[in-house]
């Protein structure tokens, strides 16, 4: 499980997130939705503690941090190792190869040997469609796949909870897709993701769960079909931004 209570973050005059209660439930994908501004991204890089508000407490499982006072290395990283995040850019390591990009980083953190890091990384590849670009590097590869290689990666480092933002905004609608077909195929293997995203359609098709944020309060927490049927005024006037176009 992971949990935060009554976190509350400003940058200078900017509330960005006012005193958020949240539960993520274990097994399940929680899409967060919200107009651009609203803290999505803000909300989760405090579940990664990339970022750290002034108030409130975060627990994942059976580490927990309290805000307001300083927090150890020690801390940071009992937090960081139950949960990976794939960011919009893929942030994949130039100057080594796809199978490498993969194998690295479980060495690094000392989760697995060089050989087991190998075979899981061969296995994970081939699973996003890779199984045959293993040595060549990140420069060569389209956007979808150097995000697919981010999504590998991060697989390969087996945490409890998986985290993407605006994992696909970066991408042209066909390489989208191939990122997307990865993702819907994750979300039906019981893990726990956690997505923040502007793809509606995407959205509809993963969700176990929605939560709206609008301008840093929690506007919806619940099922999906709720949410997209709401007459709620905010969340109409946030989904009729999606038709128009
Ligand atoms: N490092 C920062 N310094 C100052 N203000 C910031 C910083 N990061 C975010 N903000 C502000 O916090 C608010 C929330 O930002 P956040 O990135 O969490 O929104 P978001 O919902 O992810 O938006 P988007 O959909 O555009 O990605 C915005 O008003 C933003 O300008
Ligand atoms: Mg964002």
Redesign the pocket.
């Known amino acids: 499980m992971l949990e935060l209570n009554t976190v509350s973050k400003s940058?200078g005059e900017?509330t960005?997130l006012d005193d958020v209660d949240l539960r993520i439930r274990d097994g399940e994908t929680t899409v967060i939705l919200?107009p651009?501004?609203?803290?999505?991204?803000?909300l989760l890089r405090i579940m990664d503690l990339l970022e750290v508000p002034e108030s409130g407490s975060l627990r994942i499982n059976d580490d927990a941090v309290t805000f307001g006072g300083r927090i150890s290395d020690a801390q940071i990283r009992s937090i960081r190792r139950h949960s990976a995040m794939v960011f919009q850019g893929y942030n994949l390591f130039p100057n080594h190869t796809v199978l490498k990009n993969v194998a690295l980083p479980p060495v690094l953190n000392g989760k697995l040997s060089a050989s087991e890091a190998d075979e899981r990384a061969r296995q994970l590849l081939d699973k996003v469609g890779l199984g045959e670009r293993l040595s060549e590097y990140p420069d060569n590869l389209s956007g979808g796949q150097q995000q697919r290689v981010a999504i590998a990666r991060v697989l390969a480092l087996a945490p409890d909870y998986l985290l993407f933002d605006?994992p696909t905004s970066a991408l042209d609608p066909e390489l989208e897709a191939e990122v997307i077909k990865v993702l819907v195929d994750l979300a039906h293997e019981n893990r726990s993701l956690i997505v923040?995203t502007h793809n509606i359609a995407f959205a509809q098709k993963v969700a176990d769960r929605v939560i709206f944020?609008d301008d840093g309060h929690i506007g919806y927490d619940g099922a999906p079909a709720e949410f997209f049927a709401s007459d709620n005024e905010r969340i109409r006037r946030y989904l009729s931004t999606f038709s128009a176009i």
């Open positions: 940058y900017n960005v919200g651009s501004g609203s803290g999505k991204s803000t605006e923040v944020l």
